[in-house]
Structure formats: structure tokens, C-alpha cells
């Protein structure tokens, strides 16, 4: 009995690993997610007025999401000069965060969120992002396979695809060299467009990535008002109603990029998908629930940007959620 006992507890091991060395079985359990965006991607954290809290972790999970991505701007907390060091205090925040999230029971996307040096000119900005990446991975390497990478967020500027694939080799080489079997994700150009995954060229060989994209169709409704988009004032009072027409627009979208999916064999994230504060809350619930509807249909795992800054879906000051988009992104099947 006992021998039939340690059989079964040995094969239920075996089982668990094998489904966790799976890249789709792995983007299921990313499941559902937010970003916990305007923390540490700030030039230094609390600059955008976030601060992350060991209680967020916790709501978060008891809210019923699945995972964390943990957005981080690492060149502004590393060495500019060889050997491109970064700075152990913020290591140790991020060590912090992640510990967070695992404690917590949820999956965490360690996220290299911005380098502004790689985007305007890639071939001098890659031996530091390469470093700091060797770094990155070496740190975690011990980490459990709840942890994963994304090499990336949103492609943009001078990195084009042809730079950006020729780059995806070699920093999965720099991370595979001490997490081989770590999973990775990684996004095409032009802010992780979906329009642009027919232009993501994944080395075959590696099965352990997850691709990714962000979503902000119409970006009239999603980013009316906001500062940094030029000319966004003019798209004030701009409704999304669930029309036929928006939804055929959004179903398209959806469609395309789980039909790169299956021709790739490649599983997809939705990284990034949201509204600004301020577009009306009855429009931004309809759009946030129609998405998350589409993503799960087409069986992509996803993380809302973000959790309790301009986007968010949880008051800071009210310690409370946004219970309505709460509630749109919880219900969706998964």
C-alpha cells in the first residue's frame, strides 16, 4: 500500500512538472492578471504616486485574479558604464515584490518595462540591456516556475522588427544561460501591436515562450484625455457602446491574433488592456468586459492595466475597488 502511495505521489510530481513545462498550460495559469503599473516603472518609485503595499498583493489574490506583471523600469536603476550594474537596494524592492505576489499564491511577470536608450538607437542600447538582463536572470534563477520574464514591453521607435528580431536570440541566450527552462514572453513592435505578430519571428527551437500584446482599440476611447497622447483632449465624451460594429471591430482583432497563435503554435498573453479615468465608467465596464470576454474565448491568458493608478480598477485613497470593472474583468470566464 504504501509503495502504490508514493507511486501515485511520484506521478502526480511528475504530471505537475510536465504541466508546468508546458508554455500553454503555463498561460492558463497566468489565467487572470493586472499590472501594477505606475510603481516600479516610475523613474523612482512613488513619482506617479504609487507605492506598492504588501495588502495590494493580498486583495488582489482574495479579488479572484490569477497573476501579477510587475512592471519595472530597470535601466534607470542601473550603471550607465560597464559593467552596467544595477543597484542592489532596488533589486532587493523587487525581490520584495515578487515575494509578494508568490506568498500570495499568484504568478509574477518580472516585466522589463522601459529603456528609451534601446528604442532610439538599438545597437548601442543592447550591450547594457543585455547586462542588465544577465543580471535579471542570474538573481531569479532560483526562483520557483511560478516566476517568468518578459523580455520587453511595447517595441517602439527605431526598434523595428528587423533590430528586434536579430535581438531576441541573444537575450534569450543571456537568460537561458542560467533559467533554461524559465518561461518567457516576448511582443512584437509598435507597443506590442497585434497588428504586428505577423512581423515576431520566435526562434522555433524554443518552446518555452508566450507571446504577448496590448490592446487599446479604439485608442479615442481608451486614452481620451490623457496628457501624454498628443491631441487626446479632442476625444473627451468619446462613448463605447457595445455596438455591433465595435464588437465585429474588436472580434476581428481577437480573431487575427488567436489565428497567428495556432499557426505558430505559440500561446498569447493580453499583456496590457484598459481604459483611462477619464472616459465615463458605464462605456469603460462595457469595453473591459467585452475584451476580457474576447480574450478568454479565444483562450488567452491577461492582465488589465493597471491596478490603482489613472487606469486603475482599485481607489488607493478609498482602499477600495472600482467594484464595476471589477467586476467585468472577475466574471468573464476564464
Known amino acids: 500500500m504504501r509503495l ?23 498561460n492558463r495559469r497566468l489565467g487572470r492578471g493586472v499590472n501594477l503599473g505606475g510603481a516600479l516603472d516610475a523613474p523612482k518609485e512613488g ?33 550607465k558604464e560597464a559593467p552596467f550594474t544595477v543597484d542592489p537596494a532596488f533589486f532587493a524592492r523587487v525581490d520584495w515584490a515578487v515575494k509578494q505576489a508568490l506568498a500570495n499564491g499568484l504568478l509574477a511577470v518580472v516585466d522589463a518595462h522601459y529603456d528609451d536608450e534601446l528604442m532610439r538607437d538599438p545597437e548601442k542600447g543592447l550591450p547594457r540591456f543585455k ?43 543571456v537568460v537561458r544561460e542560467s533559467n ?12 506590442n501591436n497585434p497588428s504586428q505578430l505577423d512581423t515576431l519571428n520566435l526562434p522555433e527551437d524554443d518552446r518555452r515562450l508566450i507571446a504577448t500584446i496590448h490592446y487599446y482599440t479604439p485608442m479615442s476611447f481608451t486614452h481620451q484625455g490623457a496628457s501624454w497622447v498628443k491631441g ?61 470576454a474576447q480574450a478568454s474565448a479565444h483562450g488567452m491568458s491577461r492582465a488589465y492595466w493597471e491596478f490603482c493608478s489613472t487606469f486603475g480598477i482599485y481607489d488607493s485613497k478609498a ?12 466574471q468573464a470566464r476564464r
Do not use: C
Not at 502511495?5 to 503555463?26: C, E, M, N, Q, R
Not at 533554461?180 to 516576448?186: E, F, K, L, S
Open 47 to 79: 513619482d506617479w504616486g504609487v507605492v506598492l503595499k504588501a495588502e495590494y498583493f493580498k486583495s488582489i489574490k482574495e479579488a479572484g485574479f490569477d497573476s501579477v506583471r510587475i512592471p519595472i523600469r530597470w535601466p534607470a536603476h542601473a550603471q
Open 232 to 292: 487626446s483632449d479632442k476625444w473627451l465624451g468619446t462613448v463605447w457602446t457595445g455596438s455591433p460594429e465595435e464588437l465585429a471591430v474588436m472580434r476581428k482583432d481577437f480573431d487575427k491574433a488567436a489565428a497567428w497563435g495556432q499557426a505558430h503554435r505559440r500561446p498569447i498573453f493580453l499583456g496590457e488592456f484598459g481604459s483611462f479615468s477619464a472616459g465615463d465608467m458605464d462605456s469603460r465596464v462595457r469595453w473591459t468586459r467585452a475584451v476580457a
Open 180 to 191: 533554461p527552462r524559465r518561461i518567457v514572453i516576448v511582443g512584437p513592435v509598435q507597443w
Open 4 to 26: 502504490l502511495l508514493a507511486a501515485l505521489v511520484v506521478g502526480l510530481a511528475a504530471s505537475t512538472v510536465i504541466a508546468a513545462d508546458d508554455a500553454f498550460a503555463y
Open 319 to 330: 482602499n477600495a475597488w472600482r467594484r464595476p470593472l471589477l467586476d467585468a474583468l472577475i
Open 131 to 173: 547586462a542588465i538582463w544577465k543580471q535579471i536572470a542570474a538573481r531569479y534563477r532560483d526562483q520557483p516556475e511560478t516566476v517568468s520574464f518578459e523580455l520587453l514591453n511595447e517595441p517602439n521607435g527605431h526598434l523595428t522588427d528587423g533590430p528586434w528580431n536579430k535581438m531576441i536570440p541573444q537575450l534569450l541566450s
